[in-house]
């Protein structure tokens, strides 16, 4: 059977299927944040300075201020979420 007779018989995967796969990808996705929270900077490539334009001195990189690394923006969705929930538990 032909891939395009597949697909519009409904032979392929069907959609509470993609949806769980996404679901646990983005789950998948949240756990790695939590474990690793940063990422090497895309600027400085994880070194956290650059040569000066002489070639003598280092200076540091302004997106990760010197540090080399960036917080995940899964990281950040984690920290908000935990944030509220003790924000509404405090508030009751």
Do not use: D
């Not at 790695?32 to 990189?61: D, E, L, N």
Request: proline share 5%; glycine share 14%.
């Amino acid at each position: 059977m032909t891939p395009l007779i597949a697909a519009a018989n409904g032979a392929g995967p069907g959609t509470p299927t993609l949806i769980l796969l996404g679901l646990l990808a983005a789950v998948g996705y949240l756990i790695h944040c939590v474990i690793w929270p940063y990422r090497a900077c895309r600027k400085c490539g994880g070194a956290g300075r650059f040569r000066s334009p002489s070639g003598r001195a280092w200076r540091y990189c302004n997106r990760c201020t010197g540090r080399g690394a960036q917080l995940r923006i899964g990281r950040r969705i984690w920290t908000r979420i935990k944030n509220n929930a003790n924000h509404t538990r405090k508030h009751r």
